[in-house]
């Protein structure tokens, strides 16, 4: 060993980051899970994760897709015992970690358990739910689930979707159909090769009457021998960017007959005579939605903390160019100050969505509460429909900006680990490359912005007849106040004084959506056509408001933290003002535009997100470490917490691909470098051609001369003769 | 079909995008590709390559590594042909043509014959030369070349590489020598199974004294068995973010032994003695660095248009959501102002693009043409470098900025894709997979801008000085005006107005990194410090810089379009005033803080922007046709031509996974399905512990009581007694 640089040193490095952490870590991690009682859990399920050999992890990156594929089904079998076995809460907390661990399983199992039993729970009768209980649906006993919603001709428009389930009345049957290539089920996850029932999403069409999208059960393959059922044909869409897990496949129903009972009849009843009735309070039946989304905040700070987890520690320890050519050692990459700007922002952030996420599911829970609850002529219905409007628009604009931001992060990230980052045993990509479908799924991450700014424009009109808003959108309670602020620069230094400059940089962003909304409107258009024609100010006013709105939920988590000795709340607001401060940075021209920052100011907001950066930078390791994410949970060689990133990526590496036996295409290669390269002949010098032609040449000009003389010499005419003498 | 939409349908809306072409499509198509000759020499490598069987391109998605591999040596042996026999020149253009198609394929070949002759060609002397020359290096004959220059612990740092090459002076050899596992060569491309011979990068060390690093050829493999020579250790590195058609690997060398004529020695001499000749102008060997960097600005301008062609012409044919009920069908995505505010910017940032790469590829070729005029004594020895400067500093900020831009525009445009553009056919997902190693090697993004960064401080200090500055940096000839400039509304309309907009706010952000840097100077940080401490700055002032560069590089070959009736310049003038201002609009704070926009004239910078959006989308199609990409080189459903999107990825996906055949996994499925759960029996019921527990406790108090009973009676002790009655 002459480089005087080895694995020991990387793990001393590492040791040495966390002598004396400015906070007493286990309190920091407590307050990153919400309670004592949910990190002791979590720990447990890394730890039984770990040691099950279903989920072994070391070689999963150079597996095929059918080896992934029946991983799938492997952990599925490990799983299904704590199906029926443990609390609809607990068990939702096991997947949490589980997704975090391997997000194509966790997609499969969320098909079968979230949207297929889920549409069964959510809107089958009593009746209907016991006899798919009793089936064994739950434990995924004889059948195995999958959700057929989108098709290959629309996926946002769901309304618009052209499968139809037609009732025939004399067999008591549905029939359900196919109409042409673009109403083919898309998508499908498990539909490929796993699932042996279908939740199918169809127009229903009642004695030649169609009364809008409804979900019937269709059986798909005998679950003994797992042949296609009649007029079932399906087949695999193939590779995916990601999440190849799960088996997405397409599906067309050709005349498949069903009974009646088999579609979900909470909402919409049709009788024996296709008499039809409909619900009373259609919008609440949407409350399903907000599970997906709210789980999907989740998993965005839950990955963002994973993917700077590697990042963080990677940069601890690896080391690049000296400082000055006497300097012992090489410099670590964390003390670069544009490598503290480049991932310190990203590691604060994933703080902060930590706690936004852990209110949002508060809200969430909140919300499913009042809706279970209500009964036909609740007086508690207005307000139950408020609590679902402002949790829906929240829990949308939080999904789609989430998403994005943790999508960028994890690939920023992965950039930061350099030439390595391109490796998929890293991790960064392969994450990034799963995470992708969050921006999409479950509402489409632009339509969503779209729906939380319209949303933002009509609270706005509301606020200006006086309505009081709630806590989301407390600005716009006291709007010439919100619109008008200034800041001091003392306002930089406090939480109070960021929250203000977020609430007028909201309020002036919905200002403006709903100035351009109503303009258009006045010029013509109708509330439709005006709402897409200002969707860009819309968008904006729902990026700087949710912005905003996150740091707000930062800000309350922080000061909801005991005072005490051990560190963790100070060092929480120092993070809650460098997220607040380096959003205003990358958002600056809305500050700017707002009036609350001047341009001095941002040069000092600016000034101090790089202090802040250096700060954090201090204790990265310690926080990164309570986040508490078990080494097999990353499964990066770069997040080993012990520092040995080297040796844990090569031995990785050579496990997966062992030296020695036959070349993989030796002919193939020996045929190319060994060929016989076709000599390439000049044809016009074997065939002589040039030569040939002078000749001819020759031998014309020759006659012509010899003509031209016997003209000349009056003898032509004899010689062109065709009787002449020349014919013997 | 009682849809009503389908494939026609698809078709004849994409025939009518294509109605009335405002402008040439031909002429169009030759301004964006330089001349007449580039663009027809680009339509013949794309149609035979679109015959070649080795380039079938249906089935790519679905195939193991492995097979991939395979396809990689069926290409080379396409291709080998054309390296012997076509000018280096029009060879270039076709592998630009081919690297579009196939990333990974055109990287290992790259390897050979960029880096590894490139290497040979650059730096071994006349008769070094024609003895690999003789050996088959061109042709790949009996040798096939990788370049093993990063190692585990150092990729930019390549004066630290730690792998040793030892003269022996007794056997006149090289020992090549890695001495731990951090010196091991890693991330070499072709090393793990195809290449015969490597470019070695190693300290040269003779006498004891280290040298620096020069480069070796070294035999890897017997190239008839492919067997590793002695001393050989290589693994494969596994799998990737993309271009898995190369093989990646690593090396490690154990004293293996080559003779002293394998180190290239046109820069260094080493004698028979051991005796070393440096090189008199080291600086002028790097110009080797450029070519990569010109390429990939110009592959970032090939990717981001074939990225937007799937993108564009699928947002045509797609229709989702009816504007109202009674309209006939649902409404083109194109014709969404969202939609077009998300795809129209990148579609002309990628004309943009492709106007810089043509310059930048001339002005490597002027600098490349100077350097190897050069002669010893040169009085243009002076202007050489200043010119070898300035592409240096130019390229790097283009590479940087052109390869990050267009990574974000192909996600954006996958995004905007909705669901399928998750899938791998649609061809964005793998596009972005492949794409993303440009930002990170042949120098990282980061590093390059910081590079820029620091060479347009110098340039601002220089400039202040009075000296004279080129074109590229003409705005700080005068300083005083370029900062001072404000913009009035006439000047967002015109390509004069606008550039001055980019030439003052390049000025302020140069300005500001040189000040910042200069502060730190003299609170006495040496340069070294000063520059880390200022990265923050000095990276704005590359990315606002470069922005601008690409402006004027736009500007300057509209201006150079001659004035027809085509409508070719007048279109290309309306997108570069639309790159000039959405750009304006991406970095709108540092245009406020320069002063040079106003609150009120960004709100009309962003009317504008949704204005060109809109104008753009007019012509989006004929645009995208004027890039002339094969449907083959697309290899995308969504980007047919004739926009048959659904039945082509259809007939793609179900080519690719038949229908039938056994289940892969169906013993896993059914095991789970049919899987006996052990019943979980109530051990303690039918151990029956609990009325044992009570039976002995009973007798225990029933012994206790007796007990209690004879002490108070005095009849303890007896009973006591170890000796007692009871012993018989």
């Known amino acids: 060993m002459t480089s005087g640089w080895n694995n020991t040193e990387t793990m001393a490095t590492m040791a040495k980051e966390r002598e004396n952490p400015p906070f007493d870590i286990r309190a920091m991690a407590i307050a990153h899970h919400g309670s004592k009682r949910d990190l002791e859990l979590k720990e447990k399920f890394m730890l039984e994760i770990s040691r099950d050999p279903a989920y072994y992890a070391v070689d999963i990156h150079d597996l095929t897709k059918d080896q992934t594929r029946q991983r799938t089904m492997a952990k599925i079998g490990s799983l299904v015992h704590c199906v029926t076995n443990e609390s609809i809460e607990i068990f939702q907390k096991r997947m949490e970690v589980i997704g975090l661990f391997d997000p194509g399983f966790w997609t499969r199992f969320g098909v079968h358990y979230g949207l297929f039993v889920g549409a069964i729970r959510s809107a089958a009768t009593p009746n209907q739910f016991s006899y798919w209980l009793e089936k064994g649906v739950i434990g995924c006993k004889g059948m195995f689930g999958c959700f057929c919603m989108t098709e290959l001709g629309h996926g946002s428009n769901v309304a618009g979707l052209l499968t139809t389930a037609t009732l025939d009345l004399n067999t008591d049957e549905w029939i359900i159909h196919t109409p042409d290539l673009l109403a083919t089920k898309w998508w499908i996850g498990g539909a490929a090769e796993s699932a042996t029932h279908g939740a199918v999403f169809a127009q229903m069409i009642i004695k030649g009457k169609r009364h809008g999208v409804k979900t019937f059960i269709v059986p798909l393959r005998d679950p003994k021998t797992f042949q296609l059922l009649p007029g079932i044909n399906i087949g695999d869409i193939g590779m995916k960017m990601g999440r190849n897990g799960i088996d997405n496949g397409y599906v067309q129903f050709t005349n498949v007959r069903v009974p009646r009972a088999y579609m979900l009849m909470k909402h919409t009843q049709v009788t024996r005579d296709g008499e039809v009735f409909e619900p009373p309070l259609a919008q609440l039946t949407y409350g399903a939605l907000l599970q997906g989304r709210t789980a999907m905040v989740a998993d965005a700070a839950n990955s963002a903390k994973k993917a700077l987890t590697i990042g963080v520690r990677y940069a601890a320890v690896r080391r690049q160019f000296k400082s000055s050519p006497d300097a012992e050692r090489e410099t670590q990459l964390l003390d670069y100050p544009i490598h503290q700007r480049r991932l310190m922002p990203l590691l604060c952030q994933s703080v902060a969505f930590g706690f936004t996420a852990l209110q949002m599911t508060n809200l969430f829970e909140e919300t499913s509460r009042a809706l279970e609850s209500l009964e036909p002529g609740d007086p508690n219905l207005q307000a139950t429909i408020e609590l679902l409007k402002e949790t829906h628009s929240t829990s949308a604009g939080l999904k789609a900006f989430c998403t994005w931001a943790t999508l960028e992060a994890i690939e920023k990230t992965r950039q930061a680990c350099g030439g390595h980052g391109y490796s998929s045993y890293v991790g ?32 706005y009109q509301e606020a200006r007849k006086g309505k009081e808003m709630g806590a989301g959108m407390a600005y716009m309670n006291n709007l010439d106040k919100s619109l008008k602020a200034k800041a001091s620069e003392q306002d930089l230094d406090s939480l109070e004084g960021i929250d203000q400059g977020w609430a007028c940089v909201a309020a002036h962003a919905v200002k403006k959506a709903t100035e351009d909304y109503e303009g258009l409107l006045k010029s013509g258009k109708s509330r439709d056509q005006a709402f897409e024609a200002c969707s860009q100010s819309r968008f904006v006013a729902a990026s700087v408001h949710t912005s905003g709105y996150i740091y707000r939920q930062f800000r309350a988590a922080v000061e909801r933290v005991e005072k005490s000795d051990d560190g963790v709340r100070e060092h929480l607001e120092l993070l809650a003002k460098f997220y607040g401060l380096w959003q205003m940075e990358e958002k600056a021209a809305f500050f700017l535009r707002s009036g609350w920052l001047s341009t001095d100011l941002l040069d000092k907001v600016q000034e101090r997100v790089t202090d ?25 060689p770069f997040a080993k917490y012990d520092g ?42 074997a065939i002589g051609i040039d030569d040939e032609i002078q000749e001819i040449q ?30 013997e």
């Open 428 to 459: 960064l990509a392969p994450m990034g490359q799963d995470f992708a479908v969050h921006c999409t799924w479950e509402g489409d991450n632009t339509i969503l912005a779209l729906q939380s700014g319209r949303a933002l424009v009509q609270a």
């Open 612 to 636: 802040y950066c250096a700060e954090t930078r201090k204790f990265a390791i310690p926080l990164v470490d309570s986040f508490v994410l078990h080494d097999h949970t990353i499964n990066s």
């Open 644 to 685: 040995s990133v080297y040796t844990s990526l090569f031995r990785a590496v050579k496990r997966n691909n062992p030296q020695g036996g036959p070349h993989k295409y030796l002919d193939t290669v020996k045929g190319l470098l060994f060929r016989e390269d076709a000599e390439l002949e000049d044809v016009d010098e």
């Open 698 to 727: 020759e031998e014309r000009a020759e006659a012509e001369k010899e003509q031209n003389e016997q003209k000349e010499a009056g003898v032509t005419k004899e010689a062109a003769e065709p009787d002449g003498k020349n014919k």
